[in-house]
């Protein structure tokens, strides 16, 4: 039952080094989501796809990528990492079916740009 | 544009004190949905409770309690008699219908820190 999987759980990245985070569900749900903590202001999305092959901007999308090429994966890339981005990043997906259910969250990944 | 506002930053209590956490939101949308979730110190975010806009009954759930109030657009969260297990950052977070992909505004979050 492993819900929402996100890969890695920390990470400390070097400024303009790149790197992938890995969202995987297995609850065939048609949403997913990329969103970033930052103290004193909650979460924020980054970007979200409503099914395999799409992808929209969120609030704050700048220096993020994602790709959802498969129904159960959602990527979000950094190309070239900055110390703003040092943040805790969440995945989360929704069923299709119900409309505005909640969001299942994954455990979130910590990551650190020095 | 949607937005959620959750004043109280942090609130320390002593164990089995009552603490009320504050939740004012603004949408133009007259569908919408109002949402908390709980980040223990683990760092999980864990839903406690989904409530849609036609609605405004408030709901009981043990020691928890939400009062949504659409003339004040709040939608606060009760918790009666505190444990130290109610320290977590607590979320209030709103989706509108008409969302494309039901994604959520959350407000900044309230740190509850309940002492023994």
């Known amino acids: 039952n492993a819900g929402v999987t996100q890969t890695p759980k920390f990470r400390v990245l070097k400024t303009g080094q790149s790197m992938t985070l890995l969202c995987a569900q297995d609850m065939n749900h048609e949403y997913m989501y990329w969103y970033r903590q930052d103290p004193g202001m909650g979460l924020r999305l980054i970007h979200y796809s409503v099914g395999e092959g799409t992808t929209a901007k969120g609030e704050v999308p700048d220096g993020y990528n994602v790709s959802r090429l498969k129904k159960q994966n959602f990527l979000l890339g950094l190309e070239s990492a900055a110390p703003s981005q040092t943040s805790v990043y969440f995945c989360?997906?929704?069923?299709?079916?119900?409309?505005?259910?909640?969001?299942?969250f994954g455990q979130g990944t910590r990551l650190t740009v020095v | 544009a949607q937005k959620v506002t959750q004043a109280q930053t942090e609130i320390s209590v002593v164990e089995k004190e009552d603490v009320t956490l504050d939740c004012v939101y603004e949408?133009?949308?007259?569908?919408?949905?109002l949402f908390w979730y709980k980040q223990p110190p683990s760092g999980e975010l864990v839903f406690l409770i989904r409530r849609n806009s036609f609605d405004e009954q408030n709901e009981i759930s043990g020691r928890y309690s939400w009062n949504f109030q659409k003339s004040t657009s709040s939608f606060n969260f009760t918790i009666t008699a505190s444990q130290v297990v109610d320290s977590a950052v607590y979320f209030c977070a709103l989706s509108e219908r008409n969302n494309a992909g039901n994604m959520l505004t959350f407000g900044g979050g309230t740190r509850l820190m309940v002492k023994p």
């Open positions: 989360a997906s929704s069923p299709l079916e119900e409309m505005n259910t909640e969001a299942f």
């Open positions: 949408t133009r949308d007259t569908t919408y949905y």
